[in-house]
């Protein structure tokens, strides 16, 4: 093996039909993210991992749904496991409930992935703590199809506080925002569940949105950008 495959990974070897799957997707149009939520399709997404630690632990599952035209699309929906060469620890398994049979007869990665970024199309993405979900399906992405995932995303755990800044203080977690709006959650830790109360979530912040002008996904944007600003000043 080459120094630079040493230090870098050997590049994934996809089949043709997973190269053609992977170009139509790239071929797509970029959404217009200045567009109403009224008319727009937004999908929010969260993951379950091996662990926390985004640069050693792995991929095991994403959830997903959509926000189509201001409403939840429970028909419109992805729930998918990611098969694991080596199951994670069975504290981890107690978190997510994605048992060691479930983990290794789970979607090989490569079309898992590939399943995910055909269902999200160029859709906005949104997610609550963005930078882990972010980072660990870019990691999967580059291990399983050699390439860089960059797109657009919205993090609700800025955007939230900018919305209600006397309450910054008390409510971080997805738990208390989900407690403060009276959200449920019907299997807390899994993926799709978690992906579901982070969009009623977004639906439970739309007064605030409006009352802010900001019902777009780049309002979003904006909002998060000034609560960065906020706790992190240039």
């Known amino acids: 093996m080459s120094l630079l495959k040493q230090m870098f990974g050997a590049k994934p070897q996809l089949t ?21 939520f009224d008319t727009s399709r937004l999908v929010v997404v969260d993951v379950e991992t091996s662990g926390l630690n985004v640069r050693k632990d792995h991929l095991i599952a994403i959830g997903a749904v959509t ?17 694991q060469s080596q199951v994670s620890g069975k504290d981890n398994i107690l978190i997510h409930g994605i048992g060691g049979e479930a983990q290794r007869q789970g979607m090989h990665p490569a079309d898992a992935l590939l ?4 269902f999200l199309g160029k859709s906005p993405l949104i997610a609550f703590h963005v930078e882990f979900d972010q980072s660990m399906i870019g990691r999967a992405m580059k291990a399983h199809l050699g390439f860089r995932f ?11 506080p900018t919305l209600y800044p006397q ?15 009276g959200i449920g959650n019907y299997a ?3 993926a ?25 996904f780049q309002g979003l944007r904006d909002l998060e950008r000034e609560r960065r600003l906020q706790t992190h000043p240039v």
């Open 16 to 36: 043709a039909s997973q190269e053609d799957r992977l170009r139509a997707w790239r071929d797509q149009p970029e959404p217009d993210t200045r567009l109403p």
């Open 67 to 83: 926000v189509v035209n201001g409403k939840i699309i429970l028909a419109d929906s992805l729930d998918i496991v990611l098969q």
């Open 115 to 118: 399943a995910f970024l055909e």
């Open 150 to 160: 960059e797109h657009t995303w919205a993090d609700l755990a800025y955007v939230a």
């Open 167 to 181: 309450l910054a203080r008390r409510y971080r977690s997805l738990d208390q925002w989900m407690e403060l709006f």
């Open 188 to 190: 807390r830790h899994s």
């Open 192 to 216: 799709l569940a978690d992906a579901l109360a982070t969009a009623e979530l977004l639906l439970a912040l739309r007064p605030q949105l409006e009352a802010r002008q900001t019902m777009s």
